[in-house]
């Protein structure tokens, strides 16, 4: 018995059907976005944290904390920014809408106390 021969799709048709863009050349633009943004953050980093007078020599509670506050935003942005500049903004911008949401989520469905 054969077995009838399928063509597998790679990873980045996988990419395009899962995220439904159109083309294969708008899947490598999504990862240029995301490769130029986590780029742009680790060079931004050190600068930010020497401002705000935060070591990055140690580990810590704190530091992790301010990394979120500070860095996690300004990623987004980053995001958005390079999504513009490389023709991809709105498959971002639903992007972030959809973290906001989820993000919103977290912090409503807390149980108040009466």
Known sequence: ?????TPKSGFLQKLR????????????LVLLVFALTG?????????????????????????TVLYLIFVLPLYQLI???YGFLLGQ????W???????RRVGK???SQKKTP
């Open 106 to 108: 977290v912090f409503s």
């Open 39 to 63: 780029f742009t953050v680790l060079f931004i980093k050190k600068p930010l944290f020497d401002f705000l007078g935060i070591s990055l020599e140690k580990g810590g509670f704190w530091k």
């Open 17 to 28: 059907s899962k995220w439904q863009l159109k083309s294969i050349w708008q899947v490598v």
């Open 89 to 92: 903004f709105h498959f971002f």
């Open 79 to 81: 995001l958005l920014f």
């Open 1 to 5: 018995m054969q077995k009838e021969s």
């Open 94 to 100: 639903e992007k972030e809408k959809l973290f906001f």
